[in-house]
């Protein structure tokens, strides 16, 4: 990694921390604020904390292994391709309240993958070493409610729906009453694992202008206004020239311009009601121009060279809607979830969405199929769950997915299997998904994943099987 680019970052940070002898007499109490988080994910409520330089440092991490099995993700029973999968990831983290309003954080997270095919030889084993979040933080900039963010942060969404990723940017948030405002550039600067040997090509040389505004115009209910505008600045060779391998990787260049509104909310007829209902209604737009450039491979005497370039104008939309009834005076908490998600032939999402929220349980899951696991392009997702809360902090759920092509294609955009529809027919299939999550520790959760897709027309004759999926996971929080 190129870490010249962020002596910057680490210059402030000395800066900050070279105080007066007199100011560092004593310790100050660390900030009640946490690093931003998903809205699933733990750490201790009392840090182990240590001073450092007369300031508190707050140490925190977790551990997290899961152990999947995938099974006939190629829709062909004939062939024996079942995989197993286990992987670790550990995150070690240190906050650090330099000045009352002068917040570092940094992350590490260390990676471990090994999987199995069936008819290949041996086990693929896979070690990766990432940089997660590292920034600064400046609160209450000039006594303000303004804050500025600089360095790797977590761009966050509650429903994952815009976003949720890790970004090297420069963010700048307001929050007063009920108004909130957050909005930033980012720009990747340098690599992020250390398995790869530069920025990745689908991240390479874009620029975006990330924003959201919400108004919770009463209690328990917002409306907020999302934006994003993306310029894909990595370049495409000239037609005749030659081509390197990072040309090779990312033949699409998108200029995009995401908007989109939500609203969302609790509805009670009283405090203390025997029921609710929770809503969420997501509509976005995109326009743009997208540019993909062909290339012709290379051979033993010459490189590969582009071809031929194609522009096009992008213009799409989708809207994501939904509701889900809690019985709460009844035993078991019983809940019920409808929901019906679209994608128009031209929209796609913005490529830093996970899809993933809670519905009536106590952990998050992926609302368009923990199996499948598609983008929201050129697809309709009707869904259909239940679920129970049992113990004091542990739940059940299932959800039933339909999916449907408006039209009917080969591409299904973010598809876990690995076998594509024919592009005759817009049917794909149906998914029934089980989840079990037991949160009655602080420091310790499991959950247990069970997946089933039953593939549809869309699909070759040949190539209708059974796919499924089981997924056990176990996480550590310190």
């Known amino acids: 990694m190129r870490y010249r680019r962020w002596a910057p970052l680490l210059g402030a940070v000395v800066s900050a921390v070279c105080l007066p002898a007199g100011a560092q007499q004593a310790l100050p109490e660390a900030p009640a604020v946490p690093a931003?988080?998903?809205?699933?994910?733990?750490?201790?409520?009392?840090?182990?904390?240590?001073?450092?330089?007369?300031?508190?440092?707050?140490?925190?991490?977790?551990?997290?292994?899961?152990?999947?099995?995938?099974?006939?993700?190629?829709?062909?029973?004939?062939?024996?391709?079942?995989?197993?999968?286990?992987?670790?990831?550990?995150?070690?983290?240190?906050?650090?309240?330099?000045?009352?309003?002068?917040?570092?954080?940094?992350?590490?997270?260390?990676?471990?993958?090994?999987?199995?095919?069936?008819?290949?030889?041996?086990?693929?084993?896979?070690?990766?070493?990432?940089?997660?979040?590292?920034?600064?933080?400046?609160?209450?900039?000039?006594?303000?409610?303004?804050?500025?963010?600089?360095?790797?942060?977590?761009?966050?969404?509650?429903?994952?729906?815009?976003?949720?990723?890790?970004l090297d940017a420069v963010r700048a948030t307001w929050e007063q009453g009920p108004w909130r405002v957050d909005s930033g550039v980012a720009r990747e600067l340098s690599r992020v694992s250390s398995a790869e040997t530069g920025i990745v090509p689908e991240q390479r040389g874009i620029t975006r202008w990330f924003g959201q505004a919400g108004w919770r115009w009463a209690p328990r209910h917002t409306l907020e206004l999302f934006w994003?505008?993306?310029?894909?600045?990595?370049?495409?060779?000239?037609?005749?020239?030659?081509?390197?391998?990072?040309?090779?990787?990312?033949?699409?260049?998108?200029?995009?311009?995401?908007?989109?509104?939500?609203?969302?909310?609790?509805?009670?007829?009283?405090?203390?009601?025997?029921?609710?209902?929770?809503?969420?209604?997501?509509?976005?737009?995109?326009?743009?121009?997208?540019?993909?450039?062909?290339?012709?491979?290379?051979?033993?005497?010459?490189?590969?060279?582009?071809?031929?370039?194609?522009?096009?104008?992008?213009?799409?939309?989708?809207?994501d809607i939904g509701s889900t009834f809690v019985w709460r005076a009844a035993p078991l908490r019983p809940s019920f979830t409808l929901a019906l998600a679209r994608g128009s032939a031209d929209f796609r999402q913005t490529g830093l969405q996970e899809n993933k929220a809670r519905l009536g349980g106590v952990k998050r899951l992926r609302y368009y199929g923990e199996l499948l696991?598609?983008?929201?392009?050129?697809?309709?997702?009707?869904?259909?769950?239940?679920?129970?809360?049992?113990?004091?902090?542990?739940?059940?759920?299932?959800?039933?997915?339909?999916?449907?092509?408006?039209?009917p294609s080969a591409l299904l955009s973010g598809s876990k299997l690995s076998q594509a529809p024919a592009g005759l027919d817009g049917r794909l299939g149906r998914e029934i998904d089980l989840l079990i999550a037991l949160r009655e520790w602080q420091h310790v959760e499991f959950t247990l994943r069970l997946s089933r897709f039953q593939p549809g027309t869309a699909f070759a004759p040949d190539r209708r099987d059974v796919a499924h999926g089981i997924e056990f996971g176990a996480t550590l929080n310190f």
């Open 228 to 319: 994003l505008h993306a310029r894909d600045g990595s370049g495409a060779p000239a037609v005749g020239a030659p081509a390197n391998a990072a040309a090779l990787d990312d033949p699409l260049d998108l200029q995009g311009r995401w908007h989109g509104l939500r609203a969302s909310g609790s509805v009670r007829p009283e405090v203390g009601a025997a029921w609710q209902i929770n809503y969420w209604a997501d509509l976005a737009a995109l326009r743009g121009r997208e540019t993909e450039t062909r290339f012709a491979a290379a051979t033993a005497v010459a490189a590969a060279r582009a071809t031929a370039s194609t522009s096009r104008r992008v213009k799409g939309r989708a809207y």
């Open 36 to 166: 931003e988080r998903r809205v699933d994910e733990r750490r201790s409520d009392r840090p182990f904390t240590v001073p450092l330089l007369g300031r508190p440092l707050q140490l925190t991490g977790s551990w997290e292994a899961t152990a999947e099995h995938r099974g006939n993700f190629d829709l062909d029973d004939a062939r024996a391709r079942n995989r197993r999968v286990i992987e670790h990831e550990v995150k070690l983290e240190a906050r650090w309240l330099l000045q009352p309003d002068l917040t570092a954080f940094v992350q590490a997270v260390g990676l471990h993958e090994a999987r199995r095919t069936q008819g290949t030889a041996g086990t693929q084993r896979a070690r990766a070493l990432e940089r997660g979040q590292t920034w600064l933080r400046w609160d209450r900039l000039a006594g303000t409610a303004a804050s500025l963010q600089l360095g790797r942060v977590a761009l966050i969404d509650r429903r994952s729906w815009w976003w949720d990723e890790d």
């Open 373 to 407: 696991q598609p983008e929201l392009h050129n697809l309709r997702v009707s869904t259909l769950g239940a679920g129970l809360r049992f113990l004091q902090n542990s739940s059940v759920e299932l959800l039933w997915h339909g999916y449907r092509q408006p039209t």
